[in-house]
């Protein structure tokens, strides 16, 4: 077993990695950004380090990551997810400096980290696929390949980043025109995101559920831990998972189970991985598709450990370590026995507008309660008096609700308890877009899809803001404390004024003082969350002012431009003739 490990992460998922590590006895090292000075991770861990720089790249600098890891004495990494957890570069940096990667090899993380080779490896083992194209793909190739599939009656396609994951570099597209801003806006997103702006195309699956399979494996064997249903996303990221799915017919559950180790044993795995399928129930002809997957350990492990009984963390770190399935107690021959159902709730400091969009919310906590109970666990990294950054993930707590009876009502009931006791204050939460989301007939039926929360989000929004409106605590408003840089304060903002509507980094200006501009057209992009978001014009008119520069931080309110209207814009013109 390790004597050190440098945990090369922040937030729930850092403290969580340090907790596993010593239930086993093994030694942590967190490293925090300048910004996160006084996190819980680095007051969990056995030793904190700086790293001397802001933001997710202080997290991204392997360089300086392996340093801190050798000048600490440590013998293995754990990157966590997100930041480097998927970097074939990083794990060999590791091997190279003589430390252990806890994760898979780089050659795998090579082969998972290139959608378009994972759907090749799909392919040689007999796993169904959807129509794509398995390369990066041009513009002009996905404006063909969208024609050809309209002309067979598809209902749209997926545009998709080749590296990364988590909805990412990822659009839908239902019409033929929006195609090149799309493809435009994935390949820049993936850039940003992932360091590679590859993208690559395929048929949408309208009305799909989203199942995942748990894998371990030891480079020998393989064993599935579960499956998980994660089809409640909005905007293709995640909201809610659950374990296991509460209606996927056990001879559909096998075929996912034996789909993903044979992709598994295929690639002589090692370490925790999640092989993701599209599961159409009403397809006789195409019932699941594989889409990708993740080498890593994942958000939703939680759900896994609930029903199962195991510490999905504790077995990865010692996978890495030497040890093999049978060590371990796990046979490809004999199924992990589950027990009842369990819920994760992803409490994000962020509210969503009409359209879907997260809006990542500043502020500082005031108050923090979390529920308690039999089978409820919290995941969290927030603390009263902290400010959640606009620079990274608004993730602030997974609510894990389990109950060990066979009836998914009853996880859901405990849900509707544990969310209604949950308490943050000072800052905005979805919670109450999540209590919201409990109370649904459709989910107690599961009797959802992919896109089912965003045709009902007007719906939600309305109940969550009766919600939010009948607890004070929720009301609670937060005092912004976001640095702005050189951007305008909203209170100075003069007519006109284009404000940013979240904390986030301006990424792109585009347009120039004294452009003409249709009502809709793009202004700028911002990015938050990993995500960009195109800010439009709210009316025809004219640029004339530019607030901030690319790469600025701008808070929630800041102005970033002035839009004067069309008609204001041409009496100023007569004026000046």
Known sequence: MFKKVLIANRGEIAVRLARALHDLGVASVAV???????????????AAVPLGATGPAAYLDGAALIAIARAQGCDAVHPGYGFLAE?????????????????????????????ARARALAAECGVPLMPGLDHATSQAEAEAFFAEQAAQGAGGMVIKAIAGGGGRGMRVVTQAGEVAAAWQRCTSEAKAAFGEGGVYVERLMPRARHIEVQVLGD???AVSLGVRECTLQRRFQKLVEIAPSPTLAPALRSQLAQAALAMARRAGYRSLGTFEFLVDDASAELPFVFIEANPRLQVEHTVTEAVTGLD????????????????LGLSESAPVPERGFAIQWRINAETLDAEGHAMPTGGRVQQLAWPGGPG?????HAQAGAAPSPHFDSLLAKLVVHSATPDFADALRRSRRALADCRVGGVQTNLPLLRALAERPELAASQVHTRWLAEVLPELLGAAEKIAASARHE?????????SGPALAAAEAPEGAVLAPMPAKLVELSVRVGD???????????EAMKMQHVLSA?????????FGEPGAYVAQGDVILVLEESGHAATHAAEDA
């Open 475 to 483: 009301r609670a408003e937060g005092t912004n404390d976001a640095q």
């Open 376 to 380: 409820v666990r919290v995941d969290t």
């Open 219 to 221: 480079g020998e064997h």
């Open 312 to 327: 999905l963390v504790a077995l990865q770190v010692q996978v890495a370590a030497g040890r093999t399935l049978a060590e």
């Open 32 to 46: 925090f950004a300048q910004d996160d000075d006084g996190a819980l991770h680095t007051r969990v861990a056995d």
């Open 538 to 546: 709210p009316h025809a008119g004219v640029v004339r002012e530019l």
């Open 516 to 526: 003409t501009v249709a009502a809709g057209a793009e202004l700028a992009v911002l």
């Open 87 to 115: 970097s074939a570069a990083f794990a060999q940096a590791c091997a190279d400096a003589g430390l252990v990667f806890i994760g898979p090899t780089p050659e795998q993380l090579a082969l998972f980290g290139d959608k």
